[in-house]
């Protein structure tokens, strides 16, 4: 049987319209919808099928009360180190230290925020902790028992959920920080003793109006960073 063709630029799109947001209107999102993104993305590939994948959606009080605890955490100066899988290298190297500088002092700029104001950095940072603003949070986790691989696959997964919800003209922003408050995050949502965090993630619509929400990150094209053998 012949597979449909796909409306490639329709794909595309949904690709390269995703962008990290930071700032998210109040506007409802139906837990249908979220299902149905969900739904979609679990059709990564994964090793043999394993679906590594768990993960906990919150609105509402449920979303509130995450966010007040790790919020509190925070603002105690609570270790914001305290992680169980390191996600960036203790030292960056070029290019990856250029990349990272350009991001970050792109997005201060649009907010105002100056070198050396830490006070302004600290609470921007803060934001993250209350999905900035999202309706819809989500965390997801792994079973640290698993291997390299499952996070490869994992990656696969969260890159389907940002495009699907893409798709349906919603926005997202991944957010490893919540790495760092898994403490505080395990008692409260219940995550069984097997499971670490991966990340959280924002979803919701865009401020269109939010200055920080009109960054777009530069990426450099493919033949930089692949080889291209055996083409006429």
């Known amino acids: 049987m012949d597979m449909p063709v796909l409306d490639s630029g329709a794909v595309d799109h949904a690709i390269t319209s995703r962008r990290s947001i930071r700032r998210f209107l109040p506007t409802a999102v139906p837990a249908a919808t979220v299902e149905a993104i969900l739904d979609a993305a679990a059709r990564a590939p994964s ?3 394993m679906q590594p994948w768990r993960g906990y959606v919150l609105a509402g009080a ?9 919020q509190a955490a925070f603002d105690a100066g609570e270790p914001g180190h305290v992680h169980e899988v390191q996600y960036y290298p203790d030292n960056f190297f070029e290019p990856y230290l250029s990349r ?15 070198k050396g104001e830490a ?17 819809v949070g989500m965390i997801f986790t792994i079973d640290r028992r698993l291997a390299t691989g499952s996070w490869l696959d ?6 389907n959920v940002m495009t699907s919800a893409r798709g349906r003209g919603l926005d997202t922003c991944a957010q490893a ?13 219940g995550l069984a003793e097997e499971e670490t965090v991966v990340c959280g993630m924002a979803l919701g619509h ?4 939010a200055p920080e929400n009109a960054l777009t990150t530069a990426r ?13």
């Not at 403490?183 to 409260?188: G, M």
Request: charged residues 25%; hydrophobic residues 45%.
């Open 62 to 70: 449920a979303k509130d009360g995450l966010v007040d605890a790790v």
């Open 206 to 209: 865009a401020d269109p109006d």
């Open 220 to 232: 450099v094209p493919a033949r930089s960073f692949m080889r291209f053998d055996g083409f006429d």
């Open 119 to 135: 006070a302004k950095m600290k609470a921007q940072h803060r934001r993250n902790f209350q999905f900035f603003d999202a309706p």
């Open 177 to 189: 920080a919540w790495t760092h408050y898994h403490h505080v995050i395990r008692p409260i949502l």
């Open 47 to 49: 090793g043999t099928n």
């Open 154 to 159: 994992y990656g696969m997964f969260l890159e």
């Open 100 to 114: 990272r500088r350009a991001v970050g002092w792109d997005l201060y700029g649009l907010l105002g925020i100056a």
